[in-house]
């Protein structure tokens, strides 16, 4: 039988920790219960990945796939820290293999998604981790289609 899981990663070095841990946590934790989710919180122990703690979202899901905890067609949900769920009704899981945020600002955004674990996230999460393929897109640019500007991965 599948699991569901809903994972957050609060390592931060200053006083947003202490927030996290008086407000954030214990909402995270019952919006976990709500939902039947087991609650996973990430804040010791984590290295930088490529300088940047944002790849930690994926680095600690495939140690969990890597170690058997997270097993096939378990779903995790990952929030960033300083995401607050307003409508704790709503369950964010997907039902997809992978699903994200469009903001309010209509940004895509990697604070907020779900997965469920199977051949296609698995890929996913390899080819986001693949250091040839980041050093090789790293400085590729872009055009925006809409401002018309340029920049790099």
């Not at 947003?16 to 219960?33: D, G, L, T, V």
């Not at 997907?94 to 998604?113: A, E, L, Q, R, W």
Request: charged share 30%; hydrophobic share 35%; proline share 3%.
């Amino acid at each position: 039988m599948s699991k569901k899981y809903l994972m957050v990663i609060a390592n931060y070095p200053d006083e947003r920790q202490e927030f996290f841990e008086k407000y954030m946590s214990p909402r995270n934790k019952e919006y976990a219960k709500l939902h039947n989710y087991e609650y996973l919180e990430f804040k010791d122990n984590l290295s930088l990945v490529r300088d940047n703690p944002t790849w930690w979202k994926f680095t600690v899901v495939k140690d969990l796939i890597n170690s058997g905890e997270l097993k096939e067609n378990d779903i995790i949900t990952h929030l960033d820290a300083d995401m607050c769920v307003v409508k704790p009704e709503h369950d964010l899981m997907t039902k997809k293999s992978f699903s994200y945020v469009i903001d309010s600002g209509n940004t895509h955004c990697m604070g907020c998604y779900s997965m469920r674990i199977n051949d296609w996230s698995n890929n996913a999460i390899d080819m986001i981790l693949d250091d040839a393929r980041y050093d090789k897109l790293i400085d590729l640019e872009s055009v925006h289609e809409y401002f018309g500007t340029t920049s790099s991965f």
